[in-house]
């Protein structure tokens, strides 16, 4: 069940929950031209902090941008806004999600003259992945569906309409037992899961994607990526054959919603030992370590509410 708040940021003003609805007749209803951010509030020692917040409202202005969506408010007051909105609801901890969206006010694909539309929602969400998955690690497939080609969507947005391709890759896992699936890309190199980015580790190198593989530039990838630097351990992005992944002695998933969640299988093939790696594990107690306000944010990640 949709855990609610009490107030939605609307263009400027807050709403009420109930109140924040759309008309049928959005341009986004029919021809899905929104794009989107979600951002997770932890609680801390210190009170509830957001996590890569000027990221996220980057990459939000960023999809935007390519959609020639203008929004007609800087960065700085988005910015503002989701940490506003977060305060007003009194949650400690919460996920956000701005989204700007084509609105009601013209029919036809034209999306010109639709009106840009922006809100902030705030509510509790638990995690993505199920309860333990963050231990005990899920077990995954590889997608019959392939991510976008370059020139089809750009996976750069974070766009509404990505996520129907997201859709097909997670009724095909779900309906075969699993708990993601992981796309390749329109070459078959390994691309990304429906909402996650993946890395692979073999003899103590941390692999990953590059952006060129259909993935989107994930903002907990990059931590990874800025952790495992910290921490000593290599790390490479590049082009990812499938059947690494079955021999690699560890894989796992990365995302605001899922953290960072151990691979145990795919295909029904184990991964390494088919539980949580050491590297993962690592990696995990540094993140939650500074997410969580029990390490130094030595790399200014949070943002107080
Ligand atoms: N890929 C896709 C398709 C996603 O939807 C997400 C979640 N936003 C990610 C990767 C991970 O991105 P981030 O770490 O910024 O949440």
Redesign the pocket.
Known sequence: ALETSEKIWHNGKLLPWEDARIHVMSHVIHYGSSVFE?IRCYQTPRGPRLVRLREHVRRLFDSCHIYRMTIPFTMEQIFTACIETVRVNKLQHCYVRPIVFRGYGAFGVNPFPAPVETYIICFPWGRYLGSDALEAGVDVCTSSWARMSPNTLPTTA?AGA?YMN?QLIKMEAIVNGYAEGIALDAAGYVS??????VFMVRDGTVITPPIGRA??P????DAIMRLCEDLGIPVVERSILREELYIADEVFL????CEITPVRTLDKIKIGEGKRGPITKQLQDAYFGIIHGEREDRHEWLTAV
């Open positions: 979600g974070k990505n997201s990304e899961g429906s909402g996650e980015n993935v989107l994930g903002i907990t990838r990365t995302g605001t919603a």
